[in-house]
């Protein structure tokens, strides 16, 4: 059981959380912040008549129309169901549970509101894997992720869908099968609940353990690309990357020259003088991609431990302010930069597949022995060519548009719900042109005599186990989709995912 108190996630412990798939609880302090908060804004609602934003008034641009305190708990159901209007792709399923998870850290610290209960019943549905059906679509970026967590919300009062397991249910249904009666939201709490920037911020956490993990498998793979195009490894000499010392290149440069390290192949005398720039520039521009991600992370990692709903409850200092804390410019800015840090990854390894194909450097023209009667890996390069265009127009910044919402109200949004869509398909997008990547340079292995590193040779020969080196044309694309499957499974432990980043 793992407990949530008043100290911040950091992205280690998330990692974990999701790995482990561990239960939850609520420390008793946090039970004991969360209980006072709501027992000050009973007392504050009971003794005063003074409108307060989203409690005794409307939303958005009804924020000027008072409601009568017989009508409060009616005021937040409403606000729920009238806020579930999103459309699109379903949200999956981890990402889903990263929002409950986020959303009851950020409901713990304790200046939201909430009753106990509402919070627990989230804890329940985290602990029991019964995970709300949501929408990709409909979100601003401000205001919070209104549409996404109105979907999420829904369930606590038993409306909408979950998932349970595989099985997409009514959520009434699931709360029968679990004995569980459905949350009477009071004052302040759907407003508590669907006001944040977990959608995003589940999106970003996610996203960001995968590009961790690709980061590392860019390097590993531009690696075995390098030697099998018989590279020269003096663009990895440290002396080069202390005189121009950003953190990311030089971690990359060393971790090459580890993963290379006694490869008879790479020591062999080099004909050429030097190699192209997808070659040549790997601790340059991977570099850059790891320490763009480092910069996401501190900008996620605050996000996550904040409270991101409006309007704010500050007991000790007597205050309930409404501003923006639930503006998700930060945010938006991060996964923007995530994007385009990602899809250069992309970019430069469909480069070096490119140059393994091109029959230079005494490796057959598309990777096969009789091309011309074979095709051999031709298209592959043209699919991690149409991929990386396709992250190209994804990696455009959503966060520099902007649209007028509610009469006005609302008048500038952040966008990065788009963003964390965008980012997420990226992620996905460049795991699959690595695949392609690795099923190149283990291809372009076989045409050499000499032998790479230990660590790569035992790589390769895990890879070739699930994908074989191609002898004659055969229909590629279950070779694409095994060596995708491969690098998904592999595991990475934590000192190996945060080497660089110190999360």
Same mark, same amino acid.
């Given at each position: 059981?793992?407990?949530?108190?008043?100290?911040?996630?950091?992205?280690?412990?998330?990692?974990?959380?999701?790995?482990?798939?561990?239960?939850?609880?609520?420390?008793?302090?946090?039970?004991?912040?969360?209980?006072?908060?709501?027992?000050?804004?009973?007392?504050?609602?009971?003794?005063?008549?003074?409108?307060?934003?989203?409690?005794?008034?409307?939303?958005?641009?009804?924020?000027?129309?008072?409601?009568?305190?017989?009508?409060?708990?009616?005021?937040?159901?409403?606000?729920? $169901?009238?806020?579930?209007?999103?459309?699109?792709?379903?949200?999956?399923?981890?990402?889903?549970?990263?929002?409950?998870?986020?959303?009851?850290?950020?409901?713990?610290?304790?200046?939201?509101?909430?009753?106990?209960?509402?919070?627990? $019943?989230?804890?329940?549905?985290?602990?029991?894997?019964?995970?709300?059906?949501?929408?990709?679509?409909?979100?601003?970026?401000?205001?919070?992720?209104?549409?996404?967590?109105?979907?999420?919300?829904?369930?606590?009062?038993?409306?909408?869908?979950?998932?349970?397991?595989?099985?997409?249910?009514?959520?009434?249904?699931?709360?029968?099968?679990?004995?569980?009666?459905?949350?009477?939201?009071?004052?302040? &709490?759907?407003?508590?609940?669907?006001?944040?920037?977990?959608?995003?911020?589940?999106?970003?956490?996610?996203?960001?353990?995968?590009?961790?993990?690709?980061?590392?498998?860019?390097?590993?793979?531009?690696?075995?690309?390098?030697?099998?195009?018989?590279?020269?490894?003096?663009?990895?000499?440290?002396?080069?990357?202390?005189?121009?010392?950003?953190?990311?290149?030089?971690?990359?440069?060393?971790?090459?020259?580890?993963?290379?390290?006694?490869?008879?192949?790479?020591?062999?005398?080099?004909?050429?003088?030097?190699?192209?720039?997808?070659? $040549?520039?790997?601790?340059?521009?991977?570099?850059?991609?790891?320490?763009?991600?480092?910069?996401?992370?501190?900008?996620?990692?605050?996000?996550?431990?904040?409270?991101?709903?409006?309007?704010?409850?500050?007991?000790?200092?007597?205050?309930?302010?409404?501003?923006?804390?639930?503006?998700?410019?930060?945010?938006?800015?991060?996964?923007?930069?995530?994007?385009?840090?990602?899809?250069?990854?992309?970019?430069?390894?469909?480069?070096?597949?490119?140059?393994?194909?091109?029959?230079?450097?005494?490796?057959?023209?598309?990777?096969?022995?009789?091309?011309?009667?074979?095709?051999?890996?031709?298209?592959?390069?043209?699919?991690?060519?149409?991929?990386?265009?396709?992250?190209?127009?994804?990696?455009?910044?959503?966060?520099?548009?902007?649209?007028?919402?509610?009469?006005?109200?609302?008048?500038?949004?952040?966008?990065?719900?788009?963003?964390?869509?965008?980012?997420?398909?990226?992620?996905?997008?460049?795991?699959?042109?690595?695949?392609?990547?690795?099923?190149?340079?283990?291809?372009?292995?076989?045409?050499?005599?000499?032998?790479?590193?230990?660590?790569?040779?035992?790589?390769?020969?895990?890879? $070739?186990?699930?994908?074989?080196?191609? &002898?004659?044309?055969?229909?590629?694309?279950?070779?694409?989709?095994?060596?995708?499957?491969?690098?998904?499974?592999?595991?990475? &432990?934590?000192?190996?995912?945060?080497?660089?980043?110190?999360?």
């Amino acid at each position: 059981m793992f407990e949530i108190t008043t100290q911040s996630f950091d992205l280690k412990t998330l990692n974990d959380l999701v790995l482990n798939a561990s239960l939850i609880g609520l420390s008793d302090e946090v039970k004991i912040k969360i209980t006072d908060c709501r027992t000050y804004l009973e007392e504050k609602i009971a003794a005063s008549d003074a409108p307060i934003y989203g409690i005794n008034t409307g939303f958005g641009a009804l924020c000027d129309v008072k409601i009568s305190s017989e009508n409060l708990s009616a005021l937040q159901h409403n606000l729920v $169901r009238s806020h579930a209007c999103g459309t699109g792709a379903l949200v999956p399923k981890p990402v889903v549970k990263l929002m409950l998870l986020l959303k009851i850290k950020a409901l713990s610290l304790g200046h939201s509101g909430v009753h106990l209960t509402t919070v627990e $019943r989230l804890v329940d549905f985290y602990n029991n894997d019964i995970l709300p059906v949501v929408y990709t679509q409909g979100s601003l970026g401000a205001s919070g992720d209104l549409a996404p967590l109105a979907h999420l919300a829904l369930a606590l009062i038993g409306e909408g869908e979950v998932w349970m397991g595989d099985q997409r249910c009514a959520t009434s249904e699931v709360l029968d099968r679990m004995k569980w009666s459905p949350i009477q939201l009071q004052s302040k &709490e759907g407003l508590a609940l669907l006001n944040g920037t977990q959608f995003m911020s589940a999106y970003a956490v996610h996203c960001l353990l995968n590009a961790y993990k690709i980061s590392y498998l860019a390097d590993l793979i531009s690696a075995i690309s390098l030697d099998a195009f018989d590279g020269r490894l003096e663009p990895f000499d440290l002396l080069i990357h202390f005189v121009r010392p950003h953190k990311g290149q030089l971690v990359t440069a060393h971790r090459i020259q580890e993963f290379l390290k006694d490869s008879d192949l790479m020591n062999q005398p080099k004909i050429h003088v030097q190699d192209p720039y997808s070659f $040549r520039c790997i601790p340059q521009v991977h570099g850059a991609t790891k320490d763009t991600l480092a910069f996401v992370e501190k900008t996620v990692m605050t996000e996550v431990n904040s409270v991101t709903d409006n309007p704010n409850i500050f007991r000790a200092s007597d205050s309930i302010i409404s501003g923006g804390n639930f503006h998700g410019q930060p945010i938006a800015f991060a996964l923007d930069f995530l994007k385009i840090a990602m899809s250069e990854l992309g970019n430069i390894s469909e480069r070096r597949t490119y140059q393994l194909i091109s029959g230079q450097r005494q490796l057959s023209s598309f990777l096969v022995k009789s091309p011309g009667l074979n095709s051999g890996l031709m298209i592959p390069q043209y699919t991690a060519a149409s991929i990386v265009s396709s992250n190209k127009q994804l990696a455009t910044p959503a966060s520099t548009d902007s649209i007028v919402s509610s009469n006005g109200q609302e008048d500038h949004v952040s966008m990065g719900a788009n963003a964390a869509t965008q980012a997420y398909q990226i992620v996905e997008n460049v795991e699959q042109i690595l695949a392609i990547e690795l099923l190149n340079a283990s291809q372009a292995m076989t045409f050499r005599t000499k032998e790479t590193s230990p660590f790569l040779s035992a790589f390769l020969a895990a890879f $070739r186990h699930d994908v074989p080196p191609v &002898e004659t044309d055969r229909s590629l694309y279950k070779d694409m989709q095994k060596a995708l499957s491969f690098l998904k499974q592999l595991g990475l &432990e934590n000192e190996v995912l945060f080497e660089h980043y110190g999360g």
